[in-house]
C-alpha cells in the first residue's frame, strides 16, 4: 500500500499542521496532524481547497510566466497558520504551517522531500 504524502511531511516537519491534495479539482488527500488540532471547520478548509487555492495559483502562475521564471510556492500569512500552496502534478499541494515557523524553509524542505521545482 501506497504512504499518503501527509504521512511523509508530517514526520519530515512537526510544524506541520495540516496537507491536501487536489488533483484535476478533486480532493484526493486531506489530513490533519493528529499532534494538532484543527483550528477551523473542515468544510472551510474544503471550499477554499476547491475554490480558492486554484484561483490563488492560477493568478500567481500566470504572474511568475511573464518575466519571473514561474511560481514555485505561494505562502499566505493568517491569523492563526501560514499556508503554502505548490503546483502538484494535476493540482495542488496545499500545507497548513503553524505561526512559529519559517514558512520558507519549510517549504524548501517540502519540496526537496517531494522532489519539486524550488
Known amino acids: 500500500m501506497n504512504e499518503k504524502i501527509s504521512a511523509r511531511l508530517f514526520d519530515l516537519d512537526p510544524n506541520i499542521r495540516y496537507v491536501a491534495i487536489n488533483q484535476r479539482g478533486l480532493i484526493v488527500e486531506m489530513e490533519q496532524n493528529p499532534q494538532r488540532p484543527s483550528l477551523n471547520p473542515t ?9 480558492v487555492n486554484p484561483i490563488i495559483l492560477e493568478l500567481t502562475r500566470r504572474r511568475g510566466n511573464l518575466d519571473m521564471n514561474g511560481m514555485r510556492c505561494v ?43 524550488v
Open 75 to 117: 505562502v499566505i500569512r493568517y491569523g492563526t497558520m501560514y499556508e503554502l500552496i505548490f503546483p502538484f502534478k494535476d493540482g495542488h499541494l496545499w500545507i497548513g504551517v503553524e505561526l512559529n515557523a519559517n514558512p520558507t524553509e519549510v517549504a524548501e524542505s517540502i519540496a526537496k522531500c517531494l522532489r519539486l521545482p
Open 43 to 51: 468544510e472551510t478548509d474544503r471550499m477554499e481547497e476547491l475554490i
